[in-house]
T-cell receptor, first 111, second 114 residues
Framework: RKEVEQDPGPFNVPEGATVAFNCTYSNSASQSFFWYRQDCRKEPKLLMSVYSSGNEDGRFTAQLNRASQYISLLIRDSKLSDSATYLCVVNIGGGADGLTFGKGTHLIIQP | DTEVTQTPKHLVMGMTNKKSLKCEQHMGHRAMYWYKQKAKKPPELMFVYSYEKLSINESVPSRFSPECPNSSLLNLHLHALQPEDSALYLC?????????????FGAGTRLSVL
């Protein structure tokens, strides 16, 4: 079983729509959770950290469900510039301090 | 713009060459990382340095040799690479290793092995 699983998409979404991605992780000891965004041929950039209480940053909302071991990202009022690959990322911690990445969900916002 | 700087941006090398990738950060971070990313795949962790000491080596072949000369610099020495080693090599840093520490990535070195 893969450690971090995401639907690779692509998700083709009209501009202005709301889109949601989910991600599941297999290691219940995972301690930190993030969404990164990666544009084509660029480095991953942190979009937001994900907390059990949920967090919101403008049009973006992230949620963590530890009991079910899934993480979600909601994008409201999507913009053309939101087109990218969204990587669900988990840090197991406890000495294994690299990040484990999902394969990413490819989002295409269409005008 | 990223505060983690990687050089060179692009590198082409033959299988008998020796080259080095460099990474620098001036954020005072004490943890630095090397990742490898193949096309259409997520980054995969190679090495973790914490306080200039190697703490994790994810079973990387010895033709990749990391070095951390000081807290701001991280090198990756390459020797006798294979064509399948062609990839984007990403450096990252975080304040410390451990829970909750956000990793910031450099723009990467795109390596082609001929």
């Amino acid at each position: 079983r893969k450690e971090v699983e995401q639907d690779p998409g692509p998700f083709n979404v009209p501009e202005g729509a709301t889109v949601a991605f989910n991600c599941t992780y297999s290691n219940s000891a995972s301690q930190s959770f993030f969404w990164y965004r990666q544009d084509c041929r660029k480095e991953p950039k942190l979009l937001m950290s994900v907390y059990s209480s949920g967090n919101e940053d403008g049009r973006f909302t992230a949620q963590l469900n530890r009991a079910s071991q899934y993480i979600s990202l909601l994008i409201r009022d999507s913009k053309l510039s939101d087109s990218a690959t969204y990587l669900c990322v988990v840090n197991i911690g406890g000495g294994a301090d690299g990040l484990t990445f999902g394969k990413g969900t490819h989002l295409i916002i269409q005008p | 713009d990223t505060e983690v700087t990687q050089t060179p941006k692009h590198l082409v090398m033959g299988m008998t060459n020796k080259k080095s990738l460099k990474c620098e950060q001036h954020m005072g971070h004490r943890a630095m990382y090397w990742y490898k990313q193949k096309a259409k795949k997520p980054p995969e962790l190679m090495f973790v340095y914490s306080y200039e000491k190697l703490s994790i080596n994810e079973s990387v072949p010895s033709r990749f040799s990391p070095e951390c000369p000081n807290s701001s610099l991280l090198n990756l020495h390459l020797h006798a690479l294979q064509p399948e080693d062609s990839a984007l090599y990403l450096c990252a840093s975080s304040q410390e290793v451990g829970r909750g520490n956000i990793q910031y990535f450099g723009a990467g070195t795109r390596l082609s092995v001929l």
